[in-house]
Nanobody
Framework: VQLVESGGGLVQAGGSLRLSCAAS????????MGWFRQAPGKEREFVAA????????RAADSVKGRFTISRDNAKNTVWLQMNSLKPEDTAVYYC????????????WGQGTQVTVSS
């Protein structure tokens, strides 16, 4: 499975961005999809995830109420809508696909940079 993220960029605090992740080479609808991020000098952290059919989602406490994950299995795409962005959201954001449950991800994208200026 190949995952390609897009939509990152530079935005002012309080602004919004929508990240996209396009999948190919596998059965997209069979994967739990997740978004993770890694800031400079920090470990990668979980941001949000969505079930195979999109009926269930999870999000880190730090982004609840601001970020929304969604997917369209017909388009092999998952999105992360990010609103009310904060400087601490600055990181490289990665898309990931997991074939077993919510906690193990087998495939990763190359990442897209999100920078939030104060």
């Amino acid at each position: 499975v190949q995952l390609v993220e897009s939509g990152g960029g530079l935005v002012q605090a309080g602004g919004s961005l929508r990240l996209s992740c396009a999948a190919s080479g596998g059965t997209f609808s069979s994967y739990v999809m997740g978004w993770f991020r890694q800031a400079p000098g920090k470990e990668r952290e979980f941001v949000a995830a969505i079930s195979t059919r999109g009926s269930s989602t999870r999000a880190a406490d730090s982004v609840k109420g601001r970020f929304t994950i969604s997917r369209d299995n017909a388009k092999n795409t998952v999105w992360l809508q990010m609103n009310s962005l904060k400087p601490e959201d600055t990181a490289v954001y990665y898309c990931a696909a997991g074939s077993v449950g919510w906690d193990k991800y087998d495939y990763w994208g190359q990442g897209t940079q999100v920078t939030v200026s104060s």
